[in-house]
């Protein structure tokens, strides 16, 4: 781009050294065309020049109001897949699933408490009275899982829909488990290309954004969170979009 810029410049430089060589040397009956031509190729240049300049600007204003709304669905995506977790012990790649569990499933509410009781294996191997601390789980009550991730909104039924970008496009949701350490771990991965979210901005611009390597930046092609490579549920972008854990 400053490469570009540097040309333009020179370009229009060059070009208002013509007109002063036109009007010095050329005869008067030609002037006044080429005065206009190269007036006009003056005021291309200086629009390009202009353009060059504030397309990034414009295409990272929009980018990033972009981003924001379609990180809102990608946070309430992971906080149902891990309420989802929560209640069933793994994670779905089923957006009706998902919807369903919302609407129907409900957290238990436990309490803890520690007691003191008697070992009767000890006391019947010993002959004398021995106790054994124990941790007792009561459990209190229910509370829908819909009121406690969305209260009253009704968002959730709309979360796996890209909201900006091209019209139509849904959200990839996966779900499955990682070995690590002998043991089978439950994760999933909600993402979307970032050519769906820009697909109607400037191709070079969106070339740019799908190279981006930044800790300011999206990294990658794709804003995601979770993922089938790693155990973690945080997502992808920079705190400068918001919380991502």
């Avoid at 006044?32 to 990272?60: C, D, E, H, K, R």
Wanted: proline share 4%; hydrophobic share 40%.
């Amino acid at each position: 781009m400053l490469k570009f810029i540097l040309i333009a410049v020179a370009a229009i430089l060059l070009t208002i050294g013509l007109v002063k060589l036109v009007d010095k040397y050329i005869p008067s009956k030609f002037k006044p065309v080429i005065n206009i031509a190269l007036w006009v190729l003056i005021a291309f240049l200086g629009y390009q020049t202009y353009m060059s300049v504030y397309t990034p600007i414009l295409f990272n204003q929009e980018k990033n109001k972009r981003y924001a709304q379609v990180i809102k669905n990608l946070i309430d995506i992971r906080d149902s897949e891990l309420a989802y977790k929560q209640v069933n012990g793994k994670f779905t790649d089923s957006f009706d699933e998902l919807v369903k569990f919302i609407e129907t499933a409900k957290f238990t509410i436990t309490q803890r408490r520690d007691s003191v009781v008697i070992d009767q294996e000890l006391t019947k191997r010993y002959g004398v009275d021995t106790t054994k601390e124990i941790v007792i789980v009561d459990i209190l009550g229910y509370v829908p899982v819909k009121d406690s991730l969305f209260k009253n909104s009704t968002r959730y039924k709309t979360m796996m829909n890209v909201p900006v970008g091209k019209p139509g496009e849904k959200f990839k949701l996966e779900a499955g488990l990682l070995r690590q350490n002998d043991i089978n771990i439950p994760v999933f991965e909600a993402s979307v290309k970032k050519d769906v979210i820009l697909y109607d901005q400037d191709p070079d611009m969106v070339v740019q954004e799908n190279q981006v390597v930044s800790v300011d930046g999206v990294n990658g092609d794709v804003l995601k969170v979770g993922s089938m490579s790693e155990v973690i549920t945080i997502g992808n972008w920079p705190k400068t979009y918001g919380e991502n854990e």
